[in-house]
């Protein structure tokens, strides 16, 4: 098996996690034994979020989406921003907030939950007022998180990990943009990302009907 940043990995990687035993679950409650907390910063492309949460319907998956009210790549409040918000409830998925430190927008539109986005190490742990903060104890532990950041994962690919069985429970951060987009790695990647953004603001414009 070859750990590439793509869909069918990312399958591979749902279906060890089925293999090793584990069910799914949110940030509402601590974790327990067995549990994986799928968790996704959505921090470029509402398409890359609804294309990965297809792909988790598809493998019995489910999972937390974090959406940013303050995203230069994206508005929640366009049309295509509520259409993904209700394409991502339709698909099992529950909808938190990635916030912009020092910026809490909790809405309706989010359970009370956080994850900062980019945090630096001064505030990443710290308490949001109302609302559980997931870098925080008990939903946070280092033996107990991995993350694919830039295409790097720090202790390798946890698929192997996962099918075995090996963490007690897991918080496991995927960033679905460096899965959806094709690239050998994260500067092509985002080449990818960039092409894709390109075609579809065309569209908008000519929604907006600018003569093209
Ligand atoms: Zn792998
Ligand atoms: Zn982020």
């Not at 070859?2 to 974790?31: I, Q, S, V, W």
């Not at 799928?38 to 974090?66: N, Y």
């Not at 690239?183 to 390109?198: H, I, P, V």
Request: one cysteine or more; a negative charge; aromatic letters at 10%.
């Amino acid at each position: 098996m070859t750990c590439e940043f793509d869909l069918a990995h990312y399958r591979e990687l749902l279906e060890a996690a089925k293999a090793g035993g584990y069910r799914f679950a949110g940030f509402d409650a601590p974790p327990q034994a067995g549990d994986l907390l799928l968790r996704h910063d959505v921090d470029l492309s509402l398409h890359a979020a609804v294309r990965l949460a297809e792909v988790e319907v598809e493998a019995g998956a489910w999972s937390t989406w974090f959406l940013m009210t303050r995203s230069v790549f994206y508005n929640l409040d366009s049309r295509e921003g509520e259409h993904a918000v209700a394409r991502l409830r339709e698909l099992g998925g529950r909808i938190a907030h990635h916030a912009v430190w020092p910026s809490v927008d909790l809405d309706e539109r989010f359970e009370p939950v956080v994850a900062w986005h980019n945090p630096d190490p001064e505030y990443m742990s710290t308490p949001v007022e109302g609302a559980t903060s997931v870098m925080m104890s008990p939903w946070f532990d280092p033996d107990h998180y991995r993350s694919d950041s830039n295409q790097h994962w720090r202790h390798g690919c946890p698929h192997d990990a996962l099918e075995r069985g090996e963490f007690e429970w897991l918080q496991l951060l995927i960033h679905p943009e460096i899965w959806v987009y094709d690239g050998q790695s994260m500067a092509e990647t985002m080449q990818s990302f960039l092409d894709a953004d390109r075609a579809a603001r065309l569209e908008l414009l000519r929604a907006d009907r600018i003569d093209l």
